[in-house]
């Protein structure tokens, strides 16, 4: 058979251990909030350090001149352009691709204007020139990632215009190992000056998209901070929902002693009362065996002299019977000896008187006997003559 567990019952506490059990909880839950607040307070100056740090890293504007292509080669798949030459900065500078921006793709060969934003993260203290010198290095070494990966087709005949720098009439192209043979454009023969307000507008927009992405990494600072104060608002509500349960729990022990002194007394006089109960039934039940011992004794007794009372009886009928037996022999042996008498006073009689007498016999007195004497006495009067 399978025992049911038992559930193992608490033992009660006093008032002096529940006080102490509710210190050390109040001061088991303060240590707690004192380390969660040193957390919480490490990671908003990490984090403020981290905007900080980011804050001070200032982007850098730049233009990637790929000399032997057109606008048109690209023009029917631009998208397709955008992505691979941010998927291929960010991987080869190691940043993410939100800090590469693409301003505008110009005619002129492919003149791509772009911005490198500084990623401030895991100890990231590089600035916007410094990522833009790294990709000019990185255009220079043949062995390097942004030569090797899907871009090596543009970037080996590629350089870097910073910006406010422009290259000179005397300036020698970018070196021609492993790059395509450099091909004058239109835009190169003759440059169109008649459109000063597009030029205007283009600053303008490259402004604002400069301003967009600082826009960004505020926008991200600021989402940094709401979730760390969100981590510290669910700290603040695990703490405050574990000292509501302390107290929920104190208050149950508390409320739990003191129904159980309210409800001592009444205890104490249901146990009297059950103990009174028993003793009473007890009682009764040993009075109930001695009246039943009485009553069998008392019994007993009445069943001995009715026993003594017929065995007496039976002995006073018996010495009736052999008194009447022994009245019954005396009386026979008086008759008989009356009648010997009696022959023998025939016998002294003359013959004639005996002869005249003859004829009728001297027939002795009657006497009766009682039958159920003789039936009693066993045959014992049978012999006897009963005479009528």
Known sequence: AI???QKTKQPL???AQVMKKHAEEEKAAELTAKADAEWAAELAAKAEASVAAKAALLPAKGTLHI????????????????????????????????????????????????????????????????LLGEVSDQLLELTSTLRRGKFKEYAASAEILR?????????????????????????????????????????????????????????????????????????????????????????EQRLRLEEEERQRPLKEAREEEERTRKAAEEEERRAAEQRRKDEAEEEEKCMRREQEAAAKKQEEEEEQLRREQEAAAHTQKDEEERLRREQKASEALPAPVRAGAGAAPLLPAPSFFRLDLMAMSGGALGPMMMFF
């Not at 008649?194 to 600082?214: F, I, N, T, W, Y």
């Open 3 to 5: 025992v049911p567990e």
């Open 13 to 15: 506490l006093t008032e």
């Open 67 to 130: 000399h032997g292509y057109s606008l048109a080669d690209i023009e029917s798949n631009m998208s397709s352009f955008r992505y691979l030459f941010v998927k291929s900065l960010s991987a080869a500078l190691g940043i993410p691709s939100g800090c590469v921006e693409v301003l505008d793709i110009l005619q002129g060969s492919i003149k791509v204007e772009f911005c490198l934003h500084p990623a401030g993260r895991q100890g990231d203290h590089r600035d916007g020139a410094a």
């Open 163 to 251: 910006e406010g720098k422009k290259p000179r009439d005397d300036e020698p192209p970018p070196p021609a190992i492993m790059r395509r043979k450099v091909m004058c454009d239109a835009q190169e023969q003759a440059q169109d000056l008649g459109h000063p307000l597009a030029a205007v507008l283009a600053v303008l927009q490259r402004e604002s998209d400069a301003c967009e992405a600082e826009h960004e990494g505020l926008r991200e600072a600021n989402d940094e901070v709401a979730r760390l104060d969100a981590q510290l608002a669910q700290l603040r509500q695990l703490k405050k929902d574990r000292e509501e349960q302390r107290r929920r729990e104190a208050e």
